[in-house]
Structures are given as C-alpha cells and as structure tokens.
C-alpha cells in the first residue's frame, strides 16, 4: 500500500515538473531551453504565490512574498564571484541606502574617476541593491568607474513620488558630491533597466531642471518602463502574454499610484486601457507624445495589432481613476514623454527586446529625443525578451551578455 501512494505521489510529482516545464517559446528566441527554465519559475512562482495569497492576503503581503522568493532565488549564486576586486562600501546619500562599488584603478590613482549612477529594475517592487549586485559590480569592473547603486524606497509600501524623490536625491548629492569619491562630476552617467529606465529618465530631467547641479553627461535606458497611459501601445497588443506579461506591469502601475489599496475594479481597467478621459486621449498633447506613428511600421505589422481609435468612451471606474490620478498621471516625474523641455538631456542610449511588451516605451522616448535634437543612440534586440540584461549570477542568456557588452561598449566610448 505504501509503494503505491509513494508511486502516486511521484507519479503527480512528474506530472506537475512536466506541466511547469510546458512552455510556449517563440520561434526567434535562440537559448530556447533557458527560455523554457525561465518559464517553469515564473510558473512555480505564480502557484506558490496563489497559495501564498489564500493563506495571507493583501497586495503588501504579495508584492513581500515575491520580493523574498526572487531574492532567495537570485542569491542562490554570489554576484561578488563576478567581480571581486571590486569594493563594495554601503553608505546613505541624502538619508538613501546606496551601494557605492570602488573599481581596482582607483587604488594609488590621482586622477578623477567617471561614475555612474544605476537604478535597478523590478516594477519598483521586487528587486533591490542586493539582487542587482552581480551587475553593478561588472559595470564598475568593467568601465573602472564608482558605480552608486540607489536602494530606493519600494511600492506598495511607499507609492508616487517616493521612489523617484529617493532616486533623485541620492543622484544630486552624488553629483555635488562626487570630489569626495575621487570621481570627476562632469563625467557621471546615469542608467537603469525596466522600472529603473524609468526612473533614470524621470530623474535625469530632474538634474536638467536643477540650477544647483552638474548635468549628467550621458542617460542610458535599457528596455524601459516609461509611462501608464497607454496600455495599448503596439507592443502591448502583440506581446500582452510575454514572459513579463501586461498585466504585471498593470499591477506594478496599480501600486505605485494606489500602494496596498489595489482593486480587481481599478485592474480591469487598467487592463482595457480604460482609466484615462477621452478629453485626454483627444488632446493635442497625447496623439502628439503617444502617437503610435513613432514605432517604426515594420514593428507594427503583426495581424494581432489594431491602431488605436480615439474618442472612445471610458467607463465609469475609468473616470474614477482618471479624477483620483490625473495630477500624477500628467506628472513628468510620473511619465518623462510629458516632460516640458526635453531638448537639452543628455546623450542617451536605449536599448529594446521583441518580446517585451514595453518595447514601444523605449522606442516612442527615442524618437521623442530624437525629434528636439538629443543624440540618441537606440539598439534592438530581435530574439531578446525582457529581464535578459540581468536575471542573477546564475541565470546568464547570451543575448543578455551581448546588449550588457553592447552597453558598456558604448558607455566606455562616451563617458
């Protein structure tokens, strides 16, 4: 009797490890098997945190719960193996964590250093300085330059503007600071990837704005996280279902806004991109800075895309949102398309992947960038999908090496 329930038992065993494993992997993408691991975690994840969320409910207690599982996951392999000779210094900017990372050069060396400004990823929810340590050590490796690495403030618990007023603050005092790290002021770059792409946009217009402070030499965004207008950009149609789905980065936007109090109403909206006013979504100033017309057609050709049609009505709860947002929601420090003046950033470099439902969101601010003047250097990754530059020490696509190489190549080269 008991062979056969240990029998059963491992017979659903298989069945389940075989169900996590069952992935759908685009045809383009290259490392297919990797792809597929990818997959079967996400899907782990998901069931746990289903599990997870019956037994403690709450937007708080999930977005925690996330944050542990992919930290433990992350942290299963050391990010200092990748560059150990770097020095890792924790120290607080403005009342802000950062870790600052010394490169090996600055031992003995008079000279002034550059230094580079990193805002990690995770939808401002999930990921911290600790699970971005692999990577930020290989960039200061790498461009022999202090790396400040910003541990701002997460969402759910603190929402607009917290995370972006942390990310600034530690970035001025950094740049008025910089003597003080051997690192030269007029040669700071700032970049972060998805969620930290937007605050690196959001934050680099702050500086510019900022009478007080040295300009950022260069600005780099690597499939970014730019705006939660329009969730029916051409890629968001086309790639709703990707690895980063969009209704995470519904969630990601439900809880910046709103924090803990998310609703399954305020959701569904945002997932029929029906939270903003057709007052708005009319204005000279959306079909101008959202236009779908910036993303190249080619990238607009798939049979699942439909162009958008504007004055449509908005439903009840979407009115709700737009009343209770529409200060945030036309906000620069929310949105960086709306920023005022965006002629005199700095250069900037953007990277985007195909399976990315957010890949309009780089490619729509590069061409916004390119239209008043700024120097904008924008690299597409074809067989890529989102998260690829850094998903740990462990888990390496060799499209992420190569848009990392890319990056730094080009960073080395301008800085």
């Known amino acids: 009797m008991m062979w056969t329930i240990l029998f059963l038992l491992f017979s659903v065993f298989l069945v389940y490890v075989a169900h996590l494993f069952n992935v759908t992997v685009p045809e383009e993408i290259h490392e297919k098997w990797k792809y597929r691991r990818m997959g079967a975690v996400g ?101 022999g330059a202090v790396v400040v690495s910003i541990d701002f403030r997460p969402t759910p618990e603190y929402t607009f503007p917290i995370p972006y007023e942390d990310s600034f603050r530690a970035t001025k005092w950094f ?20 969620a930290g792409g937007y605050l690196t946009a959001t934050v680099a217009q702050g500086i510019l704005d900022d009478a007080e402070t040295p300009n950022l030499k260069l600005q780099v965004l690597v499939y970014p996280w730019l705006q939660m207008l329009d969730l029916n950009t051409p890629s968001h149609q086309i790639h709703r279902n990707a690895m980063l789905p969009s209704i995470a980065m519904a969630l990601y936007s439900n809880m910046l806004l709103y924090g803990t109090n998310v609703t399954m109403e305020i959701m569904q909206a945002f997932m029929t991109n029906n939270h903003t006013s057709i007052e708005f979504r009319n204005s000279a100033l959306f079909r101008e800075r959202f236009s779908h017309s910036l993303v190249p057609s080619e990238m607009r050709s798939a049979s699942s895309y439909t162009p958008p049609t504007h ?50 969101d780089g490619v729509m601010y590069a061409k916004l960038l390119e239209q008043v003047g700024v120097e904008v250097t924008w690299r597409h990754y074809d067989h890529a999908m989102h998260g690829m530059l850094w998903m740990g020490p462990g888990i390496v696509f060799e499209e992420g090496r190569q848009m990392l190489a890319d990056m730094l190549e080009f960073v080395n080269l301008r800085l």
């Not at 994840?45 to 037994?55: A, C, G, K, N, P």
């Not at 003080?180 to 972060?192: K, M, T, W």
């Not at 529409?326 to 470099?349: A, E, Q, V």
Request: proline fraction near 5%; charge should be negative.
């Open 311 to 360: 004055g449509t009505s908005v439903s009840g709860a979407g009115q709700k949102i737009w009343e209770e947002c529409k200060d945030i929601f036309l906000d620069p420090r929310s949105c960086p398309f709306l920023g005022k003046d965006l002629s005199g950033l700095p250069t900037t470099y953007v990277a985007t992947v195909e399976f990315d439902p957010l890949r309009d």
């Open 175 to 194: 740049l008025q600071h910089a003597d003080q790290y051997g690192v030269d002021p007029n040669r700071i770059a700032i970049g972060g990837d998805s």
């Open 43 to 143: 899907k782990l994840m998901m069931h746990v945190s289903l599990v997870h969320d019956y037994l403690y409910p709450g937007t708080l207690s999930h977005a925690q719960f996330i944050r542990k599982f992919l930290k433990r996951l992350i942290m299963m392999a050391s990010g200092e193996s990748l560059a150990p000779d770097v020095e890792l210094k924790k120290e607080v900017f403005e009342g802000v964590n950062v870790h600052v990372y010394i490169p090996p050069e600055m031992a003995g060396k008079s000279d002034l250093l550059r230094g580079f400004v990193y805002l990690h990823g995770g939808g401002l929810t999930v990921h911290d300085t600790e699970t971005y340590d692999g990577l930020t050590r290989q960039i200061s490796k790498a461009l």
